[in-house]
C-alpha cells in the first residue's frame, strides 16, 4: 500500500515541475508569428527531454500534435507522433506506442518521407520484438534496411543489420544472425565503428558456442576486448570474458576457463556492473551441476534468480520514473499569456497526502 501511495505521490511532483516548465515555454510561444516555429518549439523540447523529463515531453508532444493537426500538417503530425510513440514506448504502454508509430509511419508513406519511413519502421520492429510478433518485427527492420540502403545511411544500415541478428539469434535462426553480425561487422569496420563492432563481434561469439565453434568464439571475443581497450571501455570486457571462460568450460578446459572468469568478476565487482553479473552467477551454477556438486549449483541458481528479482524491482522503478499522467490539460495558444496553473493548491494537496498517507501507514502497523 505505502510502495503504491508513494509512487502516486512521485508522480504527481514530477508533474508539478512539468507543468512548470510547460507554462514557460508556452509563454516563448505565444511570441512567435508562425504555427510550424512553434510546432518545432515543442517539438524540438519534447524530444530533448523525453529520456529526462517524459511529463514535460509529454506536455510539449501534445501541444505540437495539437497546433500540428489544427494546421493540418502531415509532415509535423508524423514526427509528433513518433515522439508520442517513443514516449509511450518508455511508458510501456506498448499498444498505444504501436498506434502512434503506425500513424507515423502512414503519413510518412503518404509523403513519401524515406528516412522518416525508415526510422518508424525500425520503432515498430522493436514494439513487435517485444510483443514477441517476431514475423512482422523482422519485416520492419527489413524494410527500414532496404530505405537506408537506398538513401547510402550506411550507420542506420548497421543498426538494422544489428537488429536482425539479435532478433534471429533470439529465434534460434543461427545462420541467419550469423550472416547478420558479418555483414554488420563489415559496415562497422568501413565506417571505423569500433562500438558496433565490439557489439556484434561478441554477439558473433554467442553464435559461434551455441553453434560449438567455440575457438572461432574466443577469437571473436578476444578482437571485442581489443577493440573496448581502444575506446576505454573496459567494464563491457566482462562480457567477453564470460563468454570466453564459457568457451573454454565446453573444451572442457577448466584452468583457462577459470582464469577468464576470474578476470570477468574482477571487472564486475569494480563497476558494479549487475547484468554481467548475473551471466557470471548463471555460468558458475551451470558448471557446478555439471560436475554434480550440486549444492554449490543450488547456492550460485538461488543467487541468479535473487539478483534477477532485485534487477526486475529496479526495472520497475525505472518504468515508474518514464511514467506521465495523460490527464493534465494545457490551454490552447491563443490567450495562453493570463493562464496561471494554481502550483499553490497543487503544493498544499500534495502535503496533505503525504501526511494522510503517513498517518494511515502508522495507524496500519
Known amino acids: 500500500m505505502l510502495k503504491g501511495f508513494l509512487s502516486a505521490i512521485f508522480i504527481l511532483i514530477l508533474l508539478n515541475a512539468g507543468a512548470q516548465n510547460f507554462d514557460s515555454l508556452l509563454a516563448v510561444s505565444g511570441t512567435l508569428k508562425h504555427d510550424t516555429d512553434k510546432i518545432n518549439l515543442f517539438y524540438k523540447e519534447g524530444f530533448s527531454n523525453r529520456a529526462t523529463d517524459p511529463q514535460y515531453s509529454y506536455f510539449c508532444a501534445k501541444q505540437a500534435e495539437q497546433i500540428a493537426q489544427r494546421v493540418s500538417l502531415p509532415y509535423f503530425i508524423s514526427k509528433v507522433s513518433n515522439l508520442l510513440g ?8 506498448l499498444a498505444t506506442a504501436l498506434s502512434y508509430h503506425k500513424k507515423a509511419l502512414n503519413l510518412r508513406t503518404i509523403i513519401n518521407d524515406q528516412r522518416g519511413i525508415a526510422l518508424s519502421n525500425i520503432n515498430l520492429g522493436n514494439i513487435y520484438t517485444d510483443l514477441k510478433k517476431f514475423d512482422l518485427a523482422e519485416q520492419a527492420y527489413l524494410q527500414s534496411l532496404n530505405i537506408c540502403h537506398t538513401l547510402g545511411d550506411q550507420k542506420q544500415v548497421g543498426n538494422c543489420l544489428l537488429n536482425l541478428g539479435v532478433l534471429n539469434t533470439g529465434q534460434k535462426n543461427i545462420n541467419a544472425a550469423k550472416n547478420y553480425f558479418t555483414t554488420a561487422i563489415k559496415n562497422a569496420r568501413s565506417r571505423h565503428d569500433y562500438e558496433l563492432e565490439a557489439i556484434c563481434l561478441n554477439n558473433l561469439a554467442v553464435i559461434n558456442i551455441s553453434a560449438n565453434n ?11 576486448i581489443k577493440i573496448k581497450d581502444l575506446m576505454e571501455n573496459e567494464m563491457e570486457m566482462a562480457d567477453s570474458y564470460l563468454n570466453i571462460a564459457l568457451a573454454y568450460y565446453k573444451k572442457n578446459d577448466k584452468q583457462l576457463a577459470e582464469e577468464n572468469l576470474k578476470i570477468a568478476d574482477s571487472i564486475i565487482a569494480k563497476y558494479d556492473y549487475t547484468a554481467a553479473l548475473i551471466q557470471s552467477l548463471k555460468i558458475k551454477a551451470d558448471r557446478y551441476n555439471e560436475e554434480k556438486n550440486y549444492e554449490l549449483a543450488f547456492n550460485y541458481l538461488n543467487r541468479y534468480h535473487e539478483l534477477q528479482d532485485s534487477l526486475r524491482i529496479i526495472n520497475d522503478a525505472l518504468n515508474l520514473e518514464n511514467n506521465f499522467i495523460e490527464t493534465y490539460n494545457k490551454p490552447t495558444i491563443a490567450g495562453t499569456e493570463n493562464f496561471k496553473f494554481p502550483f499553490i493548491y497543487m503544493n498544499a494537496l500534495l502535503l496533505i497526502l503525504i501526511l494522510t498517507g503517513a498517518f494511515l501507514f502508522n495507524m496500519k502497523r
Open 86 to 93: 517513443i514516449l509511450y514506448y518508455r511508458k510501456h504502454d
Open 214 to 224: 567455440f575457438d572461432d568464439a574466443i577469437g571473436n571475443c578476444v578482437n571485442s
